[in-house]
């Protein structure tokens, strides 16, 4: 009886073993999220003034913002799915 | 102390309030980095007094009044007292025996300063720039508060709070400094906003927006948002201030910045927009991270007001953004609901913490809105009748009801969620769409119909 029970605990303990290594590859990522409470503060600009040159507008506000649909997002597939759909409904 | 007074005589010379604050510095310059401690060491506490008032009055450089003299002289002589504490506290971080003591007498040191200065000005002592050199010590004394209150909460831990009750969150012991600097940080934009003189150029007017800033600051940092209003509210009520085009633009895109979040919170999202956008367009482009603040605003507010998303350009202006609105923006672009929830709840902590949460969930209208057009544009066109062109081509504008239900339904079960959605559901969220003006048409309950109106029916979007 013993034996089984060993072996089922060395199973357990090996995959405890994997999954820390598995979430290995992940902890840099929490760095970030970490330091994240750091930039919330609007920042002093180092300078006082600036010329129009060196704001936003010279790049250009144009592409910066579009419609929220996507008419390009092939309707057509979504026709075909919508049909099928309404066939498994038998409507 | 002639030398070391040296640099203060250059920077006065140039009328400028830079290089003074510059010279009243905290922090050591990178190319001078003993200057702090040649400084200290310039005078003992008994004869600092007189040695700062022996080498400004006898500098042949600089020319000032005997008033003007003496006003300095406390000046100078409360930041060489700031400066002590700053070396003392350097030489006990050495040992690593840093403790409250230090912060504190280098926050109450740099308060006595900040006061000083304060007296001198409303004394009406000093030259008119001396209004900008006091805004950069008094956002010093904010950063020095900042810290104090941090090293006094990591060594009491919050044990003196049981005397208060829960209700009262802005009184946490923790920022007791940072509540202090407000109360100083009051004085000065009083002295500002209320300046009598009639000569603009001298005016100390044209400090009001950075010291306003410099309390928004102040309030988003103790959570006490909303004493930002009356700032606002007194800056709104003052009939005779310069033309805010006029002020430099650290201080205007800074003021629009705070005046944005401010109305997008009290969820008056065409004035945040406004605000919000003013503050882009004038941004210093190198500022990325103030860059990328405004946009965290700018974004959920034009959602709402005029439906629009960032485009991938945009986003690409920060990783950050990126990663916040990127997969929310695609789930909306495509209709798709499911996504649109894991991607809200995905978020939920950032989102919250950013105080945006509920504006981004607002959203989901526009992502049903997009998957209804979907369906609509899936109908089809009505056939053509009798001398009718291709131009004259009509979508369908009869959609059964089941067709929308059946769109819905793919979408979660797509997910595997094994939710499930009644009729009756898809019904309220198209009535609920059309209430919104998202959608024209109306239900006929009587044929499980949705009727859509045949010039536009889905208002601005095309179709």
């Known amino acids: ?91 | 102390m002639q030398s070391a007074l040296e640099s203060f005589h250059e920077a006065y010379a140039s009328g400028l309030a830079q290089p003074v604050a510059a010279f009243l510095s905290p922090i050591a310059p990178i190319n001078a980095s003993n200057r702090l401690y040649d400084f200290a060491r310039a005078s003992s506490d008994d004869k600092i007094e007189g040695d700062v008032r022996y080498a400004l009055k006898y500098n042949k450089t600089t020319r000032m009044t005997n008033k003007e003299c003496g006003a300095w002289v406390d000046i100078i002589v409360c930041y060489w007292r700031a400066v002590k504490e700053i070396i003392k506290a350097d030489k006990a971080a050495d040992q690593s025996r840093t403790g409250d003591r230090q912060y504190l007498a280098i926050y109450d040191a740099w308060k006595d300063l900040t006061s000083s200065f304060i007296k001198h000005i409303s004394g009406g002592l000093l030259p008119a720039w001396a209004i900008f050199t006091l805004y950069f010590t008094a956002n010093h004394l904010r950063k020095i508060a900042i810290k104090t209150d941090e090293q006094l909460a990591k060594s009491k831990p919050a044990v003196l709070n049981t005397g208060y009750s829960d209700d009262i969150a802005s009184t946490t012991p923790q920022n007791q400094k940072l509540e202090e600097a407000a109360r100083v940080f009051n004085r000065i934009f009083a002295l500002c906003l209320g300046d009598r003189n009639q000569d603009m150029s001298e005016s100390r007017k044209w400090g009001v927006y950075c010291i306003a800033n410099l309390q928004f600051k102040t309030y988003f940092k103790l959570k006490a948002i909303s004493l930002s209003k009356n700032v606002v509210r007194s800056i709104e009520a003052q009939p005779d201030l310069p033309s805010f085009e006029l002020y430099p633009r650290a201080h205007r895109v800074t003021y629009r910045y705070y005046t944005g979040v401010l109305a997008f919170l009290q969820e008056d999202y065409a004035k945040a927009e406004q605000s919000l956008q003013g503050a882009w367009e004038s941004c210093w482009s190198r500022s990325q991270q103030n860059k990328s603040l405004i946009l965290t605003y700018l974004i959920p507010c034009r959602l709402i007001t005029q439906h629009k998303v960032p485009t991938a350009g945009l986003l690409a202006e920060a990783p950050r953004l990126q990663r916040i609105f990127g997969p929310l923006v695609a789930c909306i672009k495509r209709g798709d609901l499911t996504g649109f929830d894991k991607a809200l709840a995905d978020g939920e902590p950032e989102f919250v913490r950013r105080r945006i949460f509920l504006t981004l969930e607002r959203s989901r209208d526009i992502a049903l809105r997009n998957l209804l057009r979907k369906v609509y544009l899936a109908g089809g066109f009505d056939d053509l009748k009798e001398g009718q062109t291709e131009k004259d081509r009509i979508r369908k504008s009869r959609i059964p009801l089941a067709h929308f239900v059946a769109a819905l339904r793919m979408g979660i079960s797509g997910a595997g969620s094994g939710q499930a959605l009644e009729d009756e559901e898809v019904e309220c969220l198209l009535a609920n769409q059309i209430y919104k003006g998202l959608m024209k048409g109306y239900i006929s309950r009587e044929h499980a119909m949705v009727v859509l109106n045949k010039k536009g029916a889905f208002p601005g979007t095309g179709v």
């Open chain 1, 1 to 91: 009886m013993a034996g089984p029970a060993q072996g089922s605990n060395d199973a357990k303990k090996a995959a405890v073993n994997e999954s820390k290594n598995g979430e290995q590859p992940l902890a840099p990522e929490k760095k970030p999220a970490a330091q994240l409470e750091e930039d919330d503060e609007f920042e002093d600009f180092p300078v006082e003034d600036w010329t129009e040159e060196e704001t936003q507008i010279p790049s250009g506000n144009t592409h910066l913002w579009e419609e929220s649909w996507d008419d390009d997002d092939t309707n057509e597939d979504f026709a075909v799915q919508l049909r099928e759909e309404l066939k498994k409904l038998g409507k």
